[in-house]
């Protein structure tokens, strides 16, 4: 799997090599790249992926290589490569909470949602943070809605409201400098907008 990307673009490899410097030859160095052009052009940028399979080339036991390849590549719309990333990193980390939110995230638009739901609750289970956050609780409600399972979806939408409205007033807005990023997208991102 790593290189498939590669190959499509060494112009951008030999571009972020000559920026990376001294720090080419170091993995976690690609990631962070990876990391930084998502950030700056989107997760949709091809060198993203370039940066990530670069870094996978390096070391392919590092398992944040792995989970950042893993979630980049949905949004190219590779989902069965994001599938086996995410079980490569789940295989060197396995009580890595955010592999199996991106899992989840997979097997969702996958319409696996069953095995979604499974894999967001073994992060949840696994993250004691995962568990109190709204986001996680208003995807499950949606997942066992989904199913069918109606009596849970109500009681995860009960809760899903319930964190959301501990967010809202935990993080008020005219002081929202003073958070971290993820505070800060916690209070304004929109469920729709995940």
């Given amino acids: 799997m790593a290189g498939r990307h590669l190959r499509g673009d060494a112009q951008a490899l030999a571009r972020m090599e000559r920026e990376l410097g001294s720090e080419a030859h170091v993995a976690s160095a690609w990631v962070a ?3 930084e052009i998502a950030e700056r052009m989107g997760s949709c940028n091809l060198d993203v992926l370039v ?13 944040s290589a792995w989970l950042a390849y893993a979630m980049a590549l949905p949004a190219s719309r590779n989902y069965e490569d994001a599938l086996d990333a995410e079980a490569k990193a789940l295989a060197l ?6 592999a199996w939110l991106s899992r989840s995230r997979t097997l969702s638009l996958l319409s696996r949602r069953e ?9 949840m289970r696994l993250s004691p943070d995962a568990t109190e956050d709204w986001r996680h609780w208003d995807v499950k409600q949606s997942l066992l809605h989904s199913l069918k399972r109606e009596d849970e979806a109500g ?8 964190l959301l409205e501990i967010a809202a007033g935990a993080i008020p807005a005219e002081n929202n400098a003073t ?16």
């Avoid at 095995?115 to 992060?123: F, H, V, W």
């Fill in 33 to 35: 790249k990876g990391h």
């Fill in 179 to 194: 958070h971290s990023p993820a505070q800060r997208q916690m209070l304004w991102t929109r469920p729709h907008e995940r």
């Fill in 115 to 123: 095995e979604a739901l499974a894999a967001l609750e073994t992060a």
């Fill in 51 to 63: 940066a990530f399979e670069r870094a996978l080339d390096l070391d392919p036991t590092l398992a």
């Fill in 93 to 98: 980390d396995l009580e890595n909470p955010l």
């Fill in 155 to 162: 009681a995860a939408r009960q809760r899903y409201r319930a």
